[in-house]
């Protein structure tokens, strides 16, 4: 009986320890690289390196935009704590927990903000770490504690592995004397420093050197949003969910199914990061100017090294650690434009003291808008607009920026928005009809100072009556009433035609965001609903509407020849060659530009724009918008007229007079451009 138990308990034995084994081989064998992968799944972590993004330089080589390298200060924010004998993650902020953090990011409306002040009042009150920093960096201790509750919301949100010790932004662009205190601290004192959850890191900065004086060529960068993050992604479709928005600036709360789609730093699937068109979330992006139009340009490609959560000490709190680089960073490339920095510098400080002149004796601020051209080939020199921004300060100013008073400094009034040209427009009226034929450079029309039709009154400058006038003259002087019967005799469908083939209703092409594409009257390219009073007006310049680089663009081709160039910033020469050329009689040509010439030099309407050394060819603008509104104020002009190397045009919105407002501006900036220095009385 003995042995028969024995034998019975020997089988048992046998039997669980073959169990054992085959479970053993199973996991080791079969199921050995899943849990493998498993196992290294839960300990290590690919981090993103931002790239250094690349530079904007000028034709000369000087920065307009540049990455600087910064002193930035994270937070590791996750620590591991004893409860019961069991060990779990918290944060390292106190009564401020992950519970709490979560329970804020879930809730909604009131109660999220109820709570978040909560959070923030003990973490600026009563957390330890929150008044060093204060003290250390000189930031109030509400800055800091709204950065601690930033950097420990991001960290709540992610649930990959290893997110609580991951290091979150916390404060950005500390002096270098702070970045080396803390380090030294750290180093010093280790686990029991003051500073132990905060890591010193490396970053980059984009700097201005030019600010507001080249803010709209240069543009500024800003974090690409989450709902941008999706549409690149392509995870939403135009009917599908919409990303839900967070009460934090720069920050984004996904929804349960959002989450499920995308993470705030990084997406895996089997081990592999998902890139958004090769961005990453929360990445710095182009918002405007060069910085948006060449964004995949200059920005880079992020690098990766693999963390490792491991122990600092037998009993010590879990970090990550870099293990290994999977991927280099790649520095974003340098941008070269056509801009000259001088010149455009100069232009901006011009255009600043003259309207602060006017603002001062009329009592009103004055927007502005100008540009610098080469002729020949497109390439800008120099653009400006007025307000401005300063690319820096676009984060710290957003509220005062898009406020209603601001007089919306964002937009670039050069190309992005729209303006009656007025007499500006008469040059291109009469190279119409001169190429046309529907007028010769000895065809004569009667001015006497108004024209009656259909019971209204269409008038020459203050009823003036010039008599007897020709083209040339009519240029000079700018007869309103030679370019009515100019334009009645052409037709309106021919100057519509005409319009659009010299660059107008139709965007340039250049190389910025939002350009406007003006408008031309519909009825003067079909005839429906169209009259002669219409087209009296269409021959001056009212009804229609351009941009001052349409302007810029029509110019160019009276002084190059009848080549339709395209604006560009981009320094390469391929964008240098015209997108068409004009079917134009050097005689036509040669009209307009004698005609334009005499406006400055032979005491026509652009009399103030002359000098002695040079010979400018131009033409003022007085353009009506709104009844009972003051005037817009233009001025168009090249130079030299022997040899056309720059276009310039201005525009100063309700500033009144062409000739006596903008022409004296565009002397200056024309004496600038060629380093003229005349005295005031000299010619103009």
Same mark, same amino acid.
């Not at 340009?297 to 010590?316: E, P």
């Given at each position: ?379 800008? !020199? &120099?653009?400006? *607009? $007025? @307000? ?6 676009? /984060? ?6 898009? #406020? ?110 939002? !350009? &406007?594409?003006? *408008? $031309? @009257? ?6 429906? /609903? ?6 009296? #007006? ?147």
């Amino acid at each position: 009986m003995f042995r028969v138990r024995v034998g019975v308990i020997a089988a048992l034995f046998v039997l669980l320890y073959g169990a054992l084994l085959a479970r053993l081989a199973y996991l080791q064998l079969a199921q050995g690289p899943a849990l493998r992968r498993q196992g290294e799944k839960r300990i290590h972590r690919l981090e993103q390196i931002p790239p250094r993004r690349g530079s904007i330089l000028d034709r000369d080589g000087r920065v307009l935009a540049e990455d600087a390298p910064v002193c930035n200060l994270y937070l590791v924010p996750g620590q591991w704590v004893s409860d019961n004998g069991r060990r779990r993650q918290e944060l390292v902020l106190g009564e401020v927990t992950v519970g709490a953090v979560r329970q804020i990011l879930s809730a909604g409306g009131t109660q999220r903000e109820q709570e978040r002040r909560l959070a923030l009042n003990y973490l600026r009150e009563q957390l330890p770490l929150t008044r060093a920093l204060a003290e250390m960096t000189g930031r109030s201790p509400s800055t800091v504690a709204k950065a601690l509750l930033h950097a420990a919301e991001r960290a709540a949100a992610d649930e990959a592995p290893g997110a609580l010790h991951t290091p979150r932004m916390l404060l950005r662009d500390v002096d270098t004397d702070v970045y080396l205190r803390i380090l030294r601290d750290r180093n010093l004192f280790g686990e029991q420093s003051q500073f132990a959850a905060v890591e010193p890191r490396l970053g980059w900065r984009r700097e201005y050197p030019y600010g507001d004086a080249a803010a709209h060529i240069t543009g500024y960068v800003g974090q690409l949003t989450a709902a941008e993050y999706a549409q690149l992604r392509g995870a939403w479709g135009p009917h599908g969910p919409r990303p839900g928005e967070g009460s934090i600036p720069g920050f984004f709360v996904p929804t349960e199914k959002e989450r499920e789609l995308m993470q705030l730093y990084e997406l895996t699937r089997d081990g592999r990061t998902i890139r958004a068109a090769g961005h990453l979330a929360n990445d710095l992006v182009g918002r405007s100017g060069v910085e948006q139009t060449y964004n995949n340009m200059l920005r880079g490609a992020h690098g990766q090294r693999l963390l490792r959560l491991t122990r600092t000490s037998a009993h010590g709190p879990r970090v990550l650690r870099t293990v290994d680089t999977a991927a280099e960073v790649q520095t974003g490339r340098d941008v070269a434009v056509t801009l000259s920095a001088s010149v455009q510098r100069r232009v901006y400080e011009i255009l600043v003291e003259e309207t602060e002149l006017m603002r001062r004796a009329e009592g009103r601020p004055f927007n502005a808008a100008c540009v610098l051209m080469q002729p020949d080939t497109g390439a800008i !020199e &120099a653009m400006v *607009s $007025l @307000p401005t921004f300063h690319p820096e300060e676009v /984060g710290e100013r957003y509220q005062e920026y898009v #406020h209603p008073r601001s007089r919306s400094p964002f937009l670039n009034r050069a190309i992005s928005e729209n303006y009656p040209p007025g007499s500006t427009f008469k040059p291109v009226v009469a190279l119409a009809a001169l190429a046309a034929g529907a007028i010769t450079p000895e065809t004569e029309f009667n001015c006497q100072g108004v024209i009656r039709y259909a019971g209204h009154d269409y008038i020459c400058m203050r009823r003036h009556a010039h008599g007897r006038i020709k083209v040339h003259e009519a240029l000079r002087v700018s007869c309103n009433v030679f370019f009515y019967n100019t334009a009645r005799v052409l037709g309106a469908r021919k100057l519509h035609a005409f319009a659009t083939d010299i660059g107008f209703a139709t965007r340039t092409g250049i190389d910025l965001p939002n !350009e &406007a594409a003006g *408008s $031309l @009257p519909i009825g003067s390219g079909t005839g429906r /609903g169209w009259g002669l009073g219409s087209t009296f #007006h269409f021959g001056i310049g009212q009804g229609i509407a351009v941009t001052p680089i349409q302007m810029a663009v029509a110019v160019s081709a009276i002084a190059n020849g009848g080549a339709v160039v395209r604006p560009h910033l981009l320094a390469d020469e391929r964008l240098d060659r015209p997108r068409r050329r004009l079917n134009l009689s050097e005689q036509a040509l040669q009209v307009v530009r004698d005609g334009m010439k005499a406006v400055v030099n032979d005491n026509g309407t652009g009399r103030r724009a002359a000098f002695d050394t040079l010979t400018v060819a131009g033409k003022s603008g007085t353009a009506d918008w709104k009844q009972d509104a003051r005037t817009h104020a233009w001025f168009v002009a090249y130079a030299p007229v022997e040899d056309p190397q720059i276009v310039v045009v201005l525009i100063i919105p309700e500033g009144g007079l062409g000739g006596s407002t903008c022409a004296p501006i565009v002397k200056r900036i024309l004496a600038e451009y060629f380093d003229i220095h005349e005295t005031e009385g000299g010619v103009g």
